[in-house]
């Protein structure tokens, strides 16, 4: 059987308490030997350490473990990390900040051994996430099962070549949920203008996004394949493509638009 790892997590806010919960759902981690760390904990976090039995909010001194995550927001880094630069010299460190470089985090951290980067999304709380992960050399073939191990509890996981391409992959993967909520929000409103109710619009819009969601999910064929069988020739969905994927590929330009902003935006988180 493969041991099971003890974690110290730094930061169990939106995204480091869909990890948290998606390793003890899985039993990758081992409790009794992990420890959280959020001087925001709220009842539900306090719940779970006491079902679970991990510590929660300990004294970071002589806390020795496998893996020490960090999933503070990275404006807060600068003054959060220092106070486990101790942890950090024996751990693999592992942080899923955006637009936090490595040479960023080694600072902060007293420029510990090990240190990998992991870009992890929000429906890794239901298990449906998918992390781009990214380690340099100093990280060995142990550190990397490990790293993948932890994030493969909550999805699939994807390993990038260059630490650059971890802000191509927050603009893709990162921030894409809210991408396609955007465009759920943007189809509900469109049938409410049409002349649905609104909430009636809402409701088919959320349960067609989630019906693609699962499509894309269990269905082999690529998503070009899948469009091209919603769409009769001359029929009703060639007549809105033709709008959103027509001469200009509107949405397609769109859409470069955006990831690029975002990879920018991380790009200047860094500096
Ligand atoms: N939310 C996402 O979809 C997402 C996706 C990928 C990566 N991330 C990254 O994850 C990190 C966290 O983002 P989030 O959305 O979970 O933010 P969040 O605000 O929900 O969580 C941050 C948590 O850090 C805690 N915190 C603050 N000071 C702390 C300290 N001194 N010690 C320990 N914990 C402390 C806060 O109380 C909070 O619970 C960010 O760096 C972000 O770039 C987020």
Known sequence: MTKEISVALVGAGAMGGALLRGWLSAGTIDPAASAVFDPAADAALKKLARRHDFALNPSPEGISVDALVLAVKPQAAASVLPAYAAIARSALVISVMAGMSLAAIGRALGDPPRVARAMPNLPAAFGAGVTGLYAPATVNAHGRDVIDRLMAATGETVWVRSEEEI?????????????????????????????????????????????????????????????????????TTAAALGVLDGDAKALRRLMKEAAAAAAKRAAELTE
């Not at 396609?180 to 649905?196: C, D, H, K, N, S």
């Open 167 to 235: 802000d191509f992959v927050t603009a893709v993967s990162g921030s894409g949920p809210a991408y396609f909520f955007l465009l759920t929000e943007a189809l509900a409103e469109a049938g409410a203008a049409l002349g649905l109710e609104k909430e009636a619009a809402q409701r088919l819009a959320r349960a067609t996004a989630s019906g693609a969601g699962a499509m894309l999910a269990a269905d082999p064929r690529s998503p070009a394949d899948m469009r091209k069988a919603v769409t009769s020739p001359g029929g």
